[in-house]
Structure formats: C-alpha cells, structure tokens
C-alpha cells in the first residue's frame, strides 16, 4: 500500500552530486584537494537519512555529518560504518551516545568541554573531537578573539584530542556581505592562535556549499556541502558544478470538479472563480509538509502544464485551477520535479513563498513514502 503522494530519491543523481563534488574540488586544487564532509542532518535534508548516508558511503564518503547524537544513533543503526561528526552543541545532551555509537563531537563551549571530558573519563577512553570558533555568526563556538582565555583548559583535558578546527559562515550565499571576508581572517588567526597554544589539529574546515562555490580559500582541509549533494544550489548563487535534482514530489489528481462564475474554493473562500474553472483536487497538504503560503502563489505540473495551487493548501489536500486543460483522476502531478519541458524545482517553489530550498526539502513531511531508486 503506498500513498499517491511520494517522493521519489534518485540515489544515482544524489552520488554523481557527490563525485561532481569531489571532481570540482580536485580540478581547482589538484595539488592538495580538500575532503569532503557530506553533510546528511535532519533525516538527510528530508531525502532519508539511512538510505542517502549508506549511498554516500558506497560511493566513497569517508565522513559524513549530522546536527546531533540521537541522528548519529539513527545513522549507526542503518549500519553506516563511516565516521560521523555531530555538529550541535552537547551541553545538554546525554553523552552516553557518543561512545555507544562512535560518534565525534564537536565542543563548541567550555560548558561542553567539562561535559565531554568527564564523560570520554568515565568510558576511559581518549575521544578525539573537532573544535567550532565562532567567527561572527554569533551562534555556537569558542570566541574567536577569546581563545588564550578558553582554549589552554580545553586542550589540556586528559581524555580529548583534538581531531579538527571549523567555523561556519553565516553569509557565504549573500554576495556583497563583508562579513564573509571578516569570518575567513578571523578563522586564520584563530587557527594561528590554536596553533600557538599547543593544538595540532589534523583538519581545518569552514564551507558549507556556498562558500565551496564561492571562494577556494575557505576550502581548508575539508569541505562540508549539504544543499548541493541534494542537487540544489544555494540561492542567488549560480554553480558551474553538474548537479543533478535527487528529490522528485509528485501525487496524482483524486477528483475533478467543475465550479462556476462567483464560487468559491478552499478554507476562507479565497479563491473566487471569475469564469467557468475546472480544478484538480490533490492529496497533498500541509500535513505533507508543504507551505500554506503556496495557495495563490504556488504551481504544480500536470499534464505538462503549469496549474496555479488556489484557495487554500488544506491539511491533507490542494486545489489546481486545471480550467481549460484535459486533466482526470488518475493523472500525475509533480509537485517538485520535471514533466514534459518543464521542472518546478525546490529553489522555485522556496522564492514562491518567501523561503530558502533548504526548508522546503527538510519540510517534506514524514507521512510521505521516500522511494529510492
Ligand atoms: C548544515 C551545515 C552545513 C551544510 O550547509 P549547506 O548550506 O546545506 O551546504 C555545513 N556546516 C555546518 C556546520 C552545518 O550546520
């Protein structure tokens, strides 16, 4: 029994993603090409993460990275056997995790530090970690302009090594931010600071997917894409990386219902007909994880046409102004994805209701059968 409404993964576009990836990276700096972190967090960007991880791995991905221990543990029971580094913070995490499912954490506050350190001497075990410097997105990590005060305790501890150095921009994708710039000289220094105090870090990392398209400089020892692996590009920037889209959305038309001149559609009344329309009922709604917001906003492909999302985006279905096209029950709707010449991509259907290809793909509601291929 399977719903009409399904996301198709195409595992084959999500590895040859990943070997663009790498292809790239290698192509601009075939001296010291950097490894590549493939980034697979909140369930894979929705793409499911079991699946997406195992492929990843199959096809060569040494280390991939996920927001927190409860997903590592998801992951290992999948059976990836690949190094998972878990990037949240841990201060209120139950450790336990970390060394049931080998997992490497990142310390990203004194707080955590302490924590870690005193879980990694109960399991008697020297635990190897990366170290996130906050550089000005003012989130999670060490100060950077405080690491003489913070850093000595931290790397002192008995029963943590130090494995890696990161930042995170919080502005690689807005092209004229000077924030970007201030990030990258703040992560070099710190990295000298590290360095001065003792720390030997085998991997310095900073770019998630846009600053990987963006700027060789922040490429470091490893790169840690997640958008682009799902075949997006961040949003406004343009790749000369061949991507493919791994994740298709599609449902099929359930009912056809003829309404007048003057009638109405959908919760609110919102959608008045203003001549004889035709519309499609699908069965897919916010339930399913897409944006209320798509209702006067949004399209869907049938028919290889573009049908306009009308009314109101209902819990469990949506309405198609089909009004002059030969559409019946049965027929397929793509809701992300190509039929006939044309394609509705997460980025299009993100700009349609003021949000970002990432919440679109990570929405995709779990009452949604992924079927892999
Ligand atoms: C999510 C995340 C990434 C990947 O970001 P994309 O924009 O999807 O490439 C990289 N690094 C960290 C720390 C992240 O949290």
Redesign the pocket.
């Known amino acids: 029994m399977i719903r009409p409404t399904t996301a198709r993964i195409d595992l084959a576009a999500l590895t040859s993603n990943y070997r663009s990836i790498v292809e790239f990276v290698t192509r601009e700096r075939p001296d010291a090409p950097p490894g590549v972190?493939a980034?697979v967090?909140?369930n894979a960007?929705g793409h499911g993460a079991g699946q997406v991880a195992l492929a990843l791995e199959q096809t060569g991905a040494a280390l991939l990275?996920c927001?927190d221990i409860e997903e590592g543990a998801v992951l290992r029971a999948a059976g990836v056997r690949a190094e998972i580094l878990v990037?949240g913070a841990l201060s209120v995490s139950d450790l336990d995790g970390l060394f049931d499912c080998q997992l490497t954490p990142?310390i990203s506050t004194p707080g955590a530090a302490q924590a870690v350190q005193a879980a990694a001497a109960r399991y008697k075990r020297r635990l190897r970690y990366h170290l996130?410097i906050d550089t000005g997105m003012n989130r999670l990590g060490f100060r950077a302009d405080n690491l003489r005060r913070t850093l000595p305790g931290l790397l002192a501890s008995e029963n943590l090594q130090l494995d890696g150095v990161?930042t995170?921009f919080a502005t690689?994708?807005v092209p004229d931010s000077p924030l970007f710039e201030q990030q990258r000289v703040r992560f070099e220094r710190a990295l000298s600071d590290v360095a001065q105090l003792g720390g030997r870090p085998t991997y310095r990392?900073a770019?998630?997917?846009?600053?990987?398209l963006r700027d060789s400089r922040v490429w470091f020892d490893l790169v840690?894409?997640?958008?682009?692996?799902?075949g997006i590009v961040?949003p406004p920037l343009a790749s000369t990386v061949p991507l493919q889209p791994v994740m298709t959305l599609t449902s099929r038309v359930v009912a056809v219902k003829g309404v007048r001149t003057g009638e109405v559609t959908g919760y609110g009344g919102r959608f008045t007909a203003e001549r004889p329309t035709t519309l499609a009922i699908v069965p897919a709604g916010y339930a399913d994880g897409l944006d209320l917001r798509l209702a006067g906003r949004g399209v869907v492909l049938i028919r290889g046409r573009r049908a306009p999302i009308v009314g109101s985006v209902c819990m469990d279905m949506l309405m198609a102004d089909v009004t002059g096209m030969d559409v019946s029950p049965g027929d397929e709707v793509v809701i992300i994805g190509a039929q006939g010449g044309d394609r509705i991509d997460a980025r299009e259907m993100a700009a349609s209701v003021g949000t970002i290809p990432?919440e679109v793909v990570c929405r995709v509601g779990s009452r949604i059968e992924r079927v892999y291929r």
């Open positions: 972190i980034v967090k909140a960007y990275a927001a990037f990142t996130k990161y995170h690689a994708d990392h770019s998630n997917s846009a600053a990987l840690r894409p997640g958008l682009l692996l799902y961040p990432w």
